[in-house]
């Protein structure tokens, strides 16, 4: 039986199954094998769409962050300098066959930032040192007690140090500053004491090794160093910074948004909504900051840091300002909730939080300055005692409340020439004190951030702004200014109060 | 001239220098001789003192966590049995000198839990592999290129994939999974087409590589799999519930703790303040979350895990339980604060604030045994919706609190038997206010905890909890329950909404 069907919109030819029920569409040949040929070219587009999504990706990153891309480079550059050692053949005479071990040495141990090198180097030489060491100890008390014992003294003891350095790297001393040196130790250990059993040349293999692994470390130092060298100390303290800068803005943001006066923002739409979750770098960044703290120990002087620069200052700041990003957390999620107080507190309000929340930004912002700087702010304690007397205005508004909300006067500034009176019921200020509580909190945090600060500016003597020209700057900045003293008055007293 | 000198309490030798301005004391030798001894024994005690603190630290570590003292174990297990290759002839000849790389396979594939050896092991196979193959190649275009251009062509080449493979390390798609491959493949392949310049036999070598790694690897894999196994899966699996449990004694803690009620405080001393503290390991747990999902893919079902179990599920629960932790953290911070509220208010509201944080952090407990008994539970709707009764209630107090601030009559069950007027100024009250306000926020992140442990639930097809057997769990709970009906037709709405 043949029959038309017209949901497919063309001719079709179907036959039926002998048992009546249903009925088979039959496709011409061609087309099942444009069908397949389809399929296929779907797949191929959709892999090659994929990888170039891949590069498209892997190239706004080497954009983004040119860093990463040089430090490609430069493994290339070091992978094809220690290769030199078997090109040239006077060097390969040298070093021998062993120059494997400088070309893995210099994969395994160049790493993105230098302390993180310098640390590799460091460990690998000392793990294969001591093991090395003790390593040749062992195999003469193996090689003393006869041939037959010989392999199961050296079993026993590949068995109990493996175990005792592969448990030493979970104790978070170790962990923190050796975990490397003790893998290497257990690799050459093993090496050392096994190969030992076949090689007799184990002064030589030694020496070998060491001169090899010499090579490589001081290939990837220099390499690491003297191009476009990426300081693990200088990443941390502009994470830090940074995260200052975040934090201020998305305090700032999230206040003057709650309170709908967005012609003061400066950035709109989806930048605007970047600004405000700044402050989400900031939670989940402790990890980051102890690893480059524990790297940046291993650094030397660079830059405008010395030597043992107060590394351990940085982790504080960085611990005090997520306790701020955890309280801005918690005021972003109550500005973007339903529940919305009365227009007319709001008003009344604005003025306060938003002073407060300017206040506050601006010492975060200062203090963003400070580090960027490295130099004591002059201004930085009359800033502190501004966002005091904000928190304390807020207060004060916070306690005149019960008589506004019944009568609202012209006085008050809640609705200008409207004299009646407005009662407005408790539970509709608690959005208000909430966000208020929130932000006076906040303030309390910052200025816990701003005594880290200046522990830190103390123990890494960062430089005195010069009187004179802070001066100047003042004087540039408020002409109008009539007391100048009584500023540095202020200044005196909270730096005394600090 | 000689005087005696009082300060030291006994007889002492002093001579003038002859300029006749200073004098110096004779110390007898045998005297110095005893500083420095004292001095050096000084110094051996510290350092003992300092090695029997770090075996302390080590042996409670291994106490508290014997799991890692027997990965240590386990390590040294593989170890010496990769070792057998070197002492028993018949496998020496068939590996040769190339065991080497079987051994160094287990040292550093060798990872704590099953998930990252698993990932270390497939890494290591497929870089080697590519690079193998790639670095096969490129030797066999640099041979027909003459022998002039052929080491140029190898370094070019080396440059190029090395630069290239490093960069690929910082694309996070790569970084999460292939981070070791990638570094597997720029080692292998500048060995193969470095060393290839002086072997000749570089398949050969190349087998060998691959044998060695293969016998390496399926040692680990089988060490870590059949000896006390740690799965990524299992451990992230109870960080997630231990996280759940420590926030609910928190959050318990902490309210009980601000109305001081000390008695039903279970733990006292540094017990209650470690209870109290423990939101603080959720607060920067993102990472070691991250970390354990990504490598719980790479394991196998076990236990009562499936192969696919839906691992990024937990990445949300975590999250969720995150944003409570910074909740927790802000509250904590204001229940220690010197601002209190006054003693009238507080005993008011400690009825509906105590309510409310029991009522959620029973919700977080429920959620913990949920997941450690991987079962849905009929009672967590109940309780969410109960926890949202307590909500409600602590709002109304707040909403009443304006008549009740003005006269306290024995109803309001502010001071029994007082009928006298008492004013509380609204300054007085934000404390409260605010603590309110963030208890309900918690609770409000919880529902979503509770969502996100839902949407786990029904993805890793967690079992239902046979209706009959909760029915008796019940009744036996609340014996004088009169409408059994009523509570499951909440269960029922609840389950509908979510």
């Not at 002073?355 to 304690?381: F, G």
């Amino acid at each position: 039986m043949v029959k038309e069907s017209k949901p497919t919109g063309g001719l079709e030819w179907r036959i039926n199954i002998p048992n009546g029920t249903t009925s088979k569409v039959l496709v011409p040949e061609s087309k099942s094998h444009f069908r397949v040929w389809n399929g296929l070219r779907g797949l191929i587009v959709g892999f090659m769409s994929r990888i170039w999504k891949f590069f498209e990706k892997a190239w706004s990153l080497a954009v983004r962050e040119p860093k990463k891309a040089i430090h490609g480079l430069k493994v290339g550059m070091a992978l094809s300098l220690v290769s030199l050692f078997y090109y040239m053949r006077p060097l390969y005479n040298g070093v021998g066959g062993n120059a494997m071990w400088a070309v893995m040495t210099v994969v395994v141990v160049f790493e993105y930032t230098v302390g993180a090198t310098l640390c590799k180097c460091v460990n690998r030489a000392i793990g294969t040192f001591l093991a090395g060491a003790l390593g040749l100890g062992v195999h003469w008390i193996a090689n003393q007690s006869g041939e037959k014992f010989e392999p199961i003294v050296l079993q026993i003891s590949v068995f109990l140090l493996a175990a005792a350095a592969t448990f030493s790297r979970f104790i978070p001393a170790i962990k923190a500053r050796f975990d490397y040196g003790a893998m290497i130790f257990i690799l050459t250990f093993s090496l050392v004491s096994v190969s030992g059993y076949r090689v007799d040349k184990l002064f030589e293999l030694a020496h070998h090794r060491l001169s090899t692994i010499a090579i490589g470390t001081s290939l990837c130092i220099l390499t690491g160093m003297l191009f476009c060298p990426v300081w693990a100390g200088n990443e941390l303290h502009y994470l830090i910074t940074n995260n200052m800068e975040k934090l201020a803005a998305s305090l700032d943001g999230c206040v003057v948004e709650y309170f709908g006066i967005h012609a003061n923002v400066n950035a709109k739409g989806e930048d605007s909504d970047k600004v405000l979750q700044g402050y989400k770098c900031v939670l989940n960044s402790k990890a980051t900051e102890e690893v480059m703290a524990n790297f940046a120990k291993w650094e030397p002087a660079h830059g405008r840091f010395y030597f043992r620069h107060p590394w351990n200052e940085y982790l504080k700041v960085g611990a005090f300002l997520r306790k701020c990003a955890y309280c801005i957390e918690t005021l972003n999620v109550s500005t973007n909730s339903d529940t919305e107080a009365p227009d007319i507190l709001k008003k009344h309000f604005s003025k306060f939080c938003i002073s407060l929340s300017s206040c506050s930004s601006d010492v975060l912002k200062e203090l963003a300055v400070i580090m960027h700087t490295m130099t004591k702010s002059t201004k930085i304690d009359l800033m502190v005692h501004e966002m005091n007397n904000a928190v304390q205005e807020l207060q004060c508004a916070l306690k005149s409340l019960p008589k506004e909300t019944i009568i609202g006067d012209s006085k008050s500034g809640i609705e200008e020439g409207n004299k009646s009176t407005t009662v407005v019921p408790l539970m509709e200020i608690v959005p208000i004190v909430y966000i208020s509580t929130l932000l006076i909190e906040i303030a309390a945090r910052i200025e816990k951030s701003v005594e880290a600060v200046n522990e830190l500016a103390i123990k890494a003597e960062f430089e005195q702004e010069s009187t004179k020209k802070s001066k100047k700057i003042q004087n540039q900045q408020n002409p109008n200014q009539p007391s100048q003293g009584n500023q540095e008055d202020l200044t005196m007293k909270t730096l005394q109060k600090v």
